[in-house]
T-cell receptor, first 114, second 112 residues
Framework: EAQVTQNPRYLITVTGKKLTVTCSQN?????MSWYRQDPGLGLRQIYY???????DKGDVPEGYKVSRKEKRNFPLILESPSPNQTSLYFC?????????????FGPGTRLTVL | QKEVEQNSGPLSVPEGAIASLNCTYS??????FFWYRQYSGKSPELIMS????GDKEDGRFTAQLNKASQYVSLLIRDSQPSDSATYLC????????????FGQGTRLTINP
């Protein structure tokens, strides 16, 4: 089944404890992206990747890191999480080398930072 | 001005009526526009994309684009309770690198 998977789906952690949220797609998509969703603010892009080894900042990159060593994987790293990073996170991928195409979203990761 | 703006709602429509969702955007040279539907607790899913001025119809859904007015809308005909969801407008912004910007979403409730 063609899909985008994220792990974990739910995570409660404490301030300062490094964490990684994994994202994997099995559709051979070029473009991958991370978003966070907060009430009243909609989806905001954190980082995106046009292809392997090519990543760039979105609108809210502070406090996050990403890497794209393989086409299928695009992990999101929070080196020192803070409470303001409590949010619902979505990974997405699309076939083309940019966002002008259907975005396929993962199921989401709900993160709580205490 | 927000890059992509939607009425946050909530919008309440009786079953069988037409639901109208609106979105304005700030980038005059944007070329790609999308409507995503998001059920509560779920991830967004694409329901319509539109790239040219005018109307685009897909079943009960019609997207309308007016680039001169920087306005895109979504009409849902014969609204069903299963259409109750949050609808997200998304626009690809040009500039140094293309980025997809979402509006804050409009919550739609269809009343039986």
């Amino acid at each position: 089944e063609a899909q985008v998977t994220q792990n974990p789906r739910y995570l409660i952690t404490v301030t300062g404890k490094k964490l990684t949220v994994t994202c994997s797609q099995n559709m051979n998509h070029e473009y991958m992206s991370w978003y966070r969703q907060d009430p009243g603010l909609g989806l905001r892009q954190i980082y995106y990747s046009m292809n392997v080894e090519v990543t760039d900042k979105g609108d809210v990159p502070e406090g996050y890191k990403v890497s794209r060593k393989e086409k299928r994987n695009f992990p999101l790293i929070l080196e020192s999480p803070s409470p303001n990073q409590t949010s619902l996170y979505f990974c997405a991928s699309s076939p083309a080398g940019g966002p002008s195409d259907t975005q396929y979203f993962g199921p989401g990761t709900r993160l709580t930072v205490l | 001005q927000k890059e992509v703006e939607q009425n946050s709602g909530p919008l309440s429509v009786p079953e069988g009526a037409i639901a109208s969702l609106n979105c304005t955007y700030s980038d005059r040279v944007s070329q790609s526009f999308f409507w995503y539907r998001q059920y509560s607790g779920k991830s967004p899913e694409l329901i319509m994309s539109i790239y040219s001025n005018g109307d685009k119809e897909d079943g009960r859904f019609t997207a309308q684009l007016n680039k001169a007015s920087q306005y895109v809308s979504l009409l849902i005909r014969d609204s069903q309770p299963s259409d109750s969801a949050t609808y997200l407008c998304a626009v690809v912004m040009r500039g140094g690198a293309q980025k997809l910007v979402f509006g804050q979403g409009t919550r739609l409730t269809i009343n039986p």
